[in-house]
């Protein structure tokens, strides 16, 4: 019987040109001092952004923009927190997950020193499941935006609740 589910995400958004006091770098669910923000229709963090498409892939639910479209209204400014717990109400009803592993790739800020904090609020929104962080350089190569963008990457392994087994 087939009860696990594997879902990949990605996300990337390029750095904002000017700084507006409305916006701060955003990921994972913290705010991590910047002298940028990420350019995005709701508050730009790829890492719940990734997160979020790989439950979804899990599931069988589409995407976040399925859900979020960046043409609405309603989406704009939206705190990712709040995407993160629309998506984990759908994909909670059927399957549970397992594990999730998150590749962040950026040339700036520094995050090394914010890895712990991400870590503890990923375990938060998603509620203790065991979460793995990789922090990648793109080793000063224009790949995903070169210096000018953060990008997310997120594998996630879900299980089919027992009751939802066919």
Known sequence: M????????????????????KKDLILGGIKIPAKFSLEA?????????????????CACLGDIGDYFPPESKSSKG??????TAQILKRFSKKYEITNM?????????????????????LKRIFQ?????????????????GGARAIACLVCALAKVKPRCSR
Do not use: W
């Not at 939206?78 to 995407?83: A, C, F, N, V």
């Open 2 to 21: 087939n009860n696990y589910r594997i879902g990949f995400g990605f996300d990337v958004h390029r750095f904002s040109a000017a700084r507006s006091k």
């Open 41 to 57: 229709v709701s508050d730009g963090d790829v890492i719940l952004h990734a997160a979020c498409d790989a439950l979804c892939g």
């Open 78 to 83: 939206l705190d990712s927190k709040l995407i």
């Open 101 to 121: 592993d998150i590749t962040i790739v950026a040339e700036q800020p520094r995050l090394a020193p914010h890895k712990q904090a991400i870590l503890s609020s």
């Open 128 to 144: 203790g499941c065991p979460i793995n962080i990789k922090i990648k350089s793109k080793e000063g190569l224009d790949i995903l």
